[in-house]
Each structure stands twice: as C-alpha cells, then as structure tokens.
C-alpha cells in the first residue's frame, strides 16, 4: 500500500467516524408535539381550599368581587338547586377541579397521525368534556352556551393550555359565589412526574374586579375510579314540590346568616369575608392591622381579557348581516342583524316564526333562499345502483339517471308566524309573505288570487289588532291572514312532518305574545318573551306586565325537556341572542322573579319610583342586562316592572 | 499534499458537526462538551417581580389561623401533638421569629418575591415577608451542605418540554431543597421537621389578558411530622416593576 493511498483510507476512516458520532444527534426522530401524556386517572390532592365540605355561606375570602358578584351571591340560596331545571346539573366548570371524585382525561387519536385530536376530561358530577386539539375555531357567540363550555387545546411546552367559552352561569364554589355565563375559563394542565398542576384563570368582569386565578393540584392513580353521579330527578324544591314555578332567593339584605360560619373561625376577620380585588394582595394585610384605609389602598390590579357589554352584545350583532344557526330537527336559526328569526325548513316549504324588520326584509329573503337550496336541493352523489336501483317507471337508465338528476326546486315560504307585533319581527312580513304561497280557499284546488297568493301569516288576534290599528296601519300584505285567540293553537296540519303548536303568552310584552313549538323537532320560538341580550321589553301601553313575561317563561319550562343533566334537548330561540336550552331559560326566569319580588317589596313599602330605581334593584343583573343607552334603558325595565306590579296591586 | 487535505476535511467536518449539534441545544439531556451557564439555557425567564395572589386558602394565609387549625394540612399524630403545643410567647422570647419563613412554607405566605441571577448559576429570590432569600443552584453551583438553614440547601435545575425543532425553547424549573432547618409549616405552629425534603416545579403563563403568571408546585415531604407528602400550587403575578416592594421582618403571630 503507497503513502498515499493509507492517507486516503486513514483520511476516510476519519470522515467515517466523525459522520457515526454525527448520526444519533442528526438521525433522532422529530420530538413529538405532544410532550407528556397527560390521560389517566387523577386523585385530587386536598391540600389547597379543602373542598372535601361544603364551603360556608358567604365566605367570598379569595375570590375578587365586585358588588354585583356579592349582591348576586347573597340572594342565591343553595336551594335554587331544588329548581325542576337545575336539579340534575352538573357542577360548574369553575368547581370541577374543585369537585370531590377525582379525573379522568381520555385521548381521541386521529387514525393516521395517531396524533392527540380530542382529549376527554370527566369529573364524577359532570358531564364529558372534550378539549378540541385540532386547530378548529370556537362556534360564533350566538352558539348555545353549556356546563362545560367549549374548549380547544394547545400544547406550550410542557403545558396544556386550554380555552373555554360558551359557558352557562353557576358557581365558582360548590353552593356559593356566583358567576355569570359571560365568563371565560382559561386552564394550564401541567405534569410534574405524577403530579398534574392545574391553573385555573376565571374571567368574568360582570361579577369580578380582575380575573381569578387559583390552582389545584392532582395526583396521578390508576387504581382510582371516577364514578359518574346519577340525578333520580325527585321533587325537593323549598317549598315541599308543590309549586313548581318557585323560584328560592334572598331579598337583598334579607340573608343575615352569611357570617354565620365566623362562629367557628373566629381568626377570620368579617370585614375580609366580602371578597373583592384588593383583599387578595398581600398589602391587604395593612387594611386590617389598622395601619391602612381600605379606600386608600393601592393594588396592582389587573384587567379582563375583554370587554363584557361587548361580549353580551356579541350574542346579536347588529351588523347589517344575516347569520344563520342550524338548530336541529327541520329548525334554523336566522339572526338578522341582532334579530331572531325561526325557520322550518322541509318537504312542505318553509315556515318561519318573525320576519325581522322591514330594512333587512331582502338580506333575509336571499339568505333563505340560499339556505332552502342548500337543505333542499342540493346535489348529492348517487347512491343508486345495480339491480337495487330500478327505475321507478320502467327500467331507464337509473344509473344514470341518477346522476344526471335535477333537484326538484324548494317549495316556498308557506307560513310565518308572529309570536308579537312588535316593529322588529313583523317588519319583514309584507315582502316574505308575499315572496311565498300558500294555497288558499278557491274550489278544486285553485289558490284564489288574493290573498291566496302569499303565505300564510298566524299570529294572536291581538297582533292583528295592533297592526290594524297603528297609525299608520301596517299594510294589508303583512297583516296576520290566520289568527287565534285561544291559550293554545294548533297548526291544522303537521308542517314539515311535525305539529307545530301556538302557545299565548298573555299580557308579557305586550297583550299579543306567542310562543311556537316546533313538537317535532324539540325547538321553542321564544319570540321577545325571552332574551339574552336585554331586560325584556315590557310595553305597558300594549298590555304588557312583569307578571305575564314570568308567565311566558314559566309556560317554556313547561314545554321544554333538557337531553341531560339539565342541559340540551328542546331547545329555545329567543328574540334576540344566542340559541339557548332550559337551564337559560330558568337562569332568565329566576332573574324575574328575583327582580319582581324585589320590586313588589319595594312596592309593598311603599317606596316612590324615583326611590326604587335609587335602591337599584337590579344591580347584581345590570353588567349583563342593563343598559344606559338605547331604546329600552334599565330604568324603563324598572319603571315598567314597578308599574305593572303597582297597578296589579 | 493529500494527506494534508484529507485533514482539512475532517477539521470541517467536525467543526460543522460542533457547531450543528451547539445549535440544536436543549434536549433535556447532558449535552456533549460544557453545559452552557443556567442562565443561558433558561427556557423561561423568571426574573422581576411578583405578588402572591391569596385567592385560596386565605382563612389559613392572610392571617393567622387559631391553634390547633390544620386544616388541608397532613399533620400525623406527632404533628399535631407538636403543634398543639405551639406557644408563640416561646418563640417571641427565644426571638425565634422566622420559623414560619422556611422554605417549606415561605413561598405560601402573602409576599411579593424579586427574583434575579445571582451569577450565571445561581438564581436568587428574595421575599419581602420576612425578608428572606432562597439561592437556587444550577448543576455543580450548589455548595457543600454546612449547618441546616432556614432555607435549605437548593438544587436547581431547567426542565426542558419536548418540543418540534425549531420552536422557541420551553420547559420549568425544578428544585429540591435539603437541609433544613425544622420550621412551621403554617404560622400557628404546625410543625415540618429539619428531614424535611421540598421539591418545586415553577411554571410559567402567559393569561389572555396579558399578565403572567408563575405557580409554583410544591410537595413538602417529612417523614417525622406529616402522614403524607403535602402538596399545592402557588400562584404569583408578575409586576412592572418594585412598587408595593416592602421587605418586613418575620413576625410570630
């Protein structure tokens, strides 16, 4: 071997080895994204706020809240859990982590990636709750609202980060502080060995300074088990079950045992109890020495993530635009710039509850007709094949017949119903109406010209008389061709395949209220009987009382049957805002009630209007509710629900 | 002449090899040549100040519970045989104040915390309740253990998260602290003995509304004094800067 050519093969050699030490670095697989399985099951670690009891009545020690979190607190009593609605409800989101049984979290693979697409937390009182890893939006804000919120997840490191919305209002402690369904939970899910650290962010600036931030910490165990907790859905309501309209509440001011618990933890000063942003920071410790007033005291508090009346406001954009919900069954939800229109789409045509107003009457219209295409007539593959695919008429070519296949056009609008007179949802009738058709009267079978031509309009005989005798009256194509007067109407045929029901609701918005019931398809149109957006409004010139927007509520829950756990199943459209279920419906009902009683009380002292409103007794609803602006302000709430009650009396 | 280039090859083989494994950093593991300095490989920067917010547990943090309160405590029998016999009138005449600053417990008392590099090693963090200092060393830093302290002897050390290549590094802190002095657990006297073993894990996050946060796990693990290995997650809020910063002597009561 020459010189050379050993400097060659020794040189080689090198290159080779070097090339070795550099593969295990260079070779080693992409770490996955997914740094520490989190699935399995968790034992709570009881170490931080024992939850293992009942929290005393009004200890608000941690949580920052505002007046109206408190007020809201105090009037709430445990029992509203004796409600037909919320008897069956899981805990809130807020408390689960809190709640006694342990976790379980469970992981949906996608097939091919085996990458984590839905990781699945289940508490013992509550209902699965899947955490989205795959990128997908949060539905819009008019999207139903549930227990568990909605929830996507994101990987930071070694930290789950998982944001929910969506949420209804309950608690944030078991049986105590309240909060709002505005808020949003972020969490931070990190495994330390067998250790799961757990942060919750809870941001509700209706009934918070700042967000609340708390951490709960789990242990990793196999051998536990997270049993689900059944509702036997028995009777248990304060007042004995007889009256299951009842709604169980303080009067503010009226719950005196909040300090009770103090007897027994008499080192916790009473002053401290109340909650509130400040008495969270550590210089709060000044306050109390008597070293610092509290007024004077200065903390680096910090801000929601969002604006809340926006949020609220969210639920029914006035945006010019018409957005539409799938619903379920042959029900859809059209919300027209921040108003709510109900339409049954199916075989029969379309029956829609409220038109909207006059001014988005067209958007509606081309936003329909594109719907009922879509639902109706859209092309699907063909399914029809060999032998199995005879042609109706004789052998023809099925298959190809099949394929080639023009979608028979969408019957029209064949119905609209009213569910008030109010501008915003008869606005839309004379061109809706009138764009469709319902055959009426003429013999064999001939639609006579007029009004035969248009669809039918159902609505209380009361509507018609609104609408005929405003000044000027509405226009004879929108007024009702079909009316009734009974509490209870049926639609002479099923629409779409279903009964469709007229419930009155007397004497709540104004003297011509209705609620729809679409039997079939398990949906309500609530028509302004029920909001999330607003107080309702309450028209007494038109017959209209506090009393009878409670009866409307109360005739809903009547109806309505929740899927689960309080939860889902017949489903409600309100006026305005977001598509909701019963428990909505009740949280909105309890509101009333709270608020009339409150008022009847004031009344019943005869307390003046001016001194009414002065006590303000809707404060702990107002950052939700209320409004200072617009066309119906709280003050009119109050003045119309002081009015109706004072005039009943 | 070839032999000559044979080597240059090989000199820019193995430089580049260096330099792509230098780059490529974190892993979690020992990497080949000399660790860089804690404070270089940092995936999270803790240092500034921060608030503890008492949003749980506050009967038992913001003041002092009664005697004989232990509640979400894991005293055993001889915990709380020595924690019945607490006497803060004791310690006040011994002028044994601190013995609730330990770090077992200081990180659960209402404090704001400022916490900086002591050197590129040693990550320091001074508490103004109590006026108390941790000093958390990274990799060979820590010193031998001398006497039993207040505050231990602290290991520190990155926890690195897994993570795709090319993704801005992740991870934690954590720390075992020895060598302890015996303390309270909770200012009415319940008791941790000086076997004591505290193990952290400090994370960091970023809330929606911008702030962030720092929660610090602790597991305090003593086997004269607790049944079991006591656990929770403390929150602290980080600040623009030292306002509100009000180092005060430990107290008894």
């Known amino acids: ?649 | 002449m070839r032999s000559r280039t044979l080597l240059l090859v090989f000199a820019a083989t193995l430089f580049a090899t260096t330099i792509a494994t230098a780059q490529r950093g974190g892993g979690g593991g020992a990497g080949r040549g000399a660790a860089p300095a804690a404070r270089q490989s940092a995936p999270i920067d803790l240092t500034g100040y921060w608030v503890s917010m008492i949003t749980e547990d506050w009967k038992l943090r913001m003041v002092t519970p009664g005697k004989g309160v232990y509640d979400a405590l894991v005293l055993n029998p001889a915990g709380r045989k020595a924690a019945d016999s607490w006497d803060p009138a004791t310690d006040e005449k011994s002028g044994d104040l601190c013995k609730a600053y330990g770090a077992p417990a200081l990180m659960r008392l209402p404090t704001r915390l400022r916490i900086t590099w002591e050197n590129d090693n040693t990550l320091r963090i001074d508490a103004d309740t109590g006026t108390q200092t941790r000093l958390f060393y990274f990799g060979a830093s820590a010193p031998p253990a001398g006497e039993p302290a207040l505050q231990g002897r602290s290991v520190a050390q990155w926890e690195l998260a897994a993570g795709q290549r090319g993704q801005p590094a992740a991870g934690n802190l954590k720390v075992t602290t020895t060598n302890l002095k015996a303390g309270y657990i909770r200012k009415n006297g319940a008791p941790y003995s000086d076997k004591t073993t505290v193990t952290e894990y400090v994370d960091l996050h970023a809330l929606p509304n911008g702030d962030q946060y720092i929660s610090i796990t602790t597991r305090v693990e003593d086997p004269v004094y607790f049944s079991r290995t006591m656990t929770n997650t403390t929150d602290f809020k980080k600040l623009p800067n030292a306002t509100g910063w009000n180092p005060t002597p430990c107290s008894v009561r």
């Open chain 1, 1 to 649: 071997m020459d010189k050379a050519l050993r400097h060659r093969i020794i040189g080689l050699a090198f290159l080779f080895a070097v090339m070795l030490l550099s593969i295990p670095s260079f070779a080693q697989p992409a770490r996955p994204a997914v740094p520490t399985d989190i699935i399995g099951e968790w034992r709570l670690e009881n170490n931080e706020d024992d939850t293992t009891a009942q929290p005393p009545l009004g200890d608000y020690t941690g949580i920052p809240f505002n007046d109206a979190g408190r007020m809201r607190s105090d009037t709430t009593p445990e029992s509203i859990w004796g409600t037909p609605e919320y008897q069956c409800r899981p805990h809130s989101a807020p408390h689960q982590w809190r709640g006694l049984g342990g976790a379980r979290i469970l992981k949906e693979q996608d097939p091919l990636t085996r990458e984590a697409s839905v990781y699945h937390i289940q508490f013992m009182r509550s209902l699965d709750r899947p955490i989205f890893m795959d990128g997908r939006p949060h539905p819009p804000a008019w999207a139903p609202h549930t227990w568990t919120g909605f929830s996507t997840g994101q990987w930071i490191g070694n930290t789950l980060k998982i944001t929910t919305t969506h949420l209804k209002d309950g608690y944030l402690k078991r049986g105590g502080p309240q909060t709002s369904d505005m808020y949003s939970m972020t969490e931070y899910l990190t495994r330390h060995g067998d250790i799961l650290s757990i942060v919750t962010v809870i941001d509700d600036p209706i009934y918070m300074e700042e967000p609340y931030v708390h951490s709960t910490t789990y242990a990793y165990d196999p051998t536990s088990v997270v049993n689900t907790e059944t509702c036997n859905a028995s009777a248990f309501a304060e007042n004995g079950g007889t009256n299951r309209h009842w709604v169980p509440h303080f009067l503010p001011g009226q719950n005196k045992a909040w300090t009770e618990w103090l007897k027994n933890e008499p080192w916790v000063p009473e002053v401290a109890v109340r909650g509130g942003a400040k008495t969270i920071y550590p210089e709060y410790r000044s306050t109390l020495t008597g070293g610092l007033n509290l007024a004077a005291l200065n903390v680096p508090m910090s801000k929601s993530a969002f604006a809340p009346n926006q949020r609220v406001a969210s639920q029914s954009p006035k945006d010019g635009q018409v957005h539409v919900m799938p619903v379920q069954g042959n029900i859809y939800m059209l919300v027209a710039d921040g108003v709510n229109i109900t339409a049954s789409i199916g075989p029969d045509g379309v029956m829609l509850v409220n038109t909207g107003t006059a001014e988005m009457s067209q958007k509606v219209l081309t936003t329909l007709n594109e719907l009922v295409n879509n639902v109706m007539a859209s092309p699907t593959p063909n399914r029809c094949f060999g032998t199995r695919c005879p042609g109706t008429w004789g052998w023809s070519s099925p298959y190809v017949n099949a394929v080639i296949n023009s979608p028979a056009t969408p019957k029209p609008i064949r119905y609209i119903a009213n569910t008030s007179g109010m501008a915003e949802h008869i606005g839309g009738n004379e061109k809706l109406a009138s764009s469709g058709f319902f055959p009426r009267g003429g013999g064999f079978g001939t639609a006579v010209a007029n009004p035969g031509r248009a669809a039918s309009v159902v609505a209380h005989e009361n509507v018609l008389v609104r609408m005929s005798t405003a000044k000027p009256p509405a226009p004879a194509a929108a007024m009702p061709t079909d009316t009734f007067f009974d509490e209870l109407h049926k639609m002479p045929n099923f629409v779409n395949g279903e009964a469709v029901i007229f419930y009155s609701a007397p004497a709540a918005n104004t003297d011509g209220d209705s609620l729809v019931f679409f039997r079939g398809s398990e949906v309500i149109a609530a028509g302004n009987v029920f909001s999330t957006v607003s107080y309702p409004v309450i028209e007494l010139d038109k017959g209209g009382s506090i009393q009878g927007v409670i009866g409307g509520l109360n005739k809903i829950l009547d109806i309505a049957v929740a899927e689960y756990r309080s939860q889902g199943g017949t489903l409600v459209i309100p006026g305005h805002g977001r598509l909701s279920d019963t428990a909505d419906v009740a949280s909105y009902r309890n509101m009333m009630v709270m608020i009339h009683d409150r008022i009847k009380d004031m009344v019943d002292k005869n307390m003046t209007l001016a001194q009414v409103k002065a006590a303000r007794p809707t404060m702990d609803f107002d950052g939700r509710y209320g409004s200072t602006t617009g066309s119906w302000t709280t003050d009119m709430f109050i003045e119309a629900a002081y009015r109706s009650i004072k005039e009943k009396k």
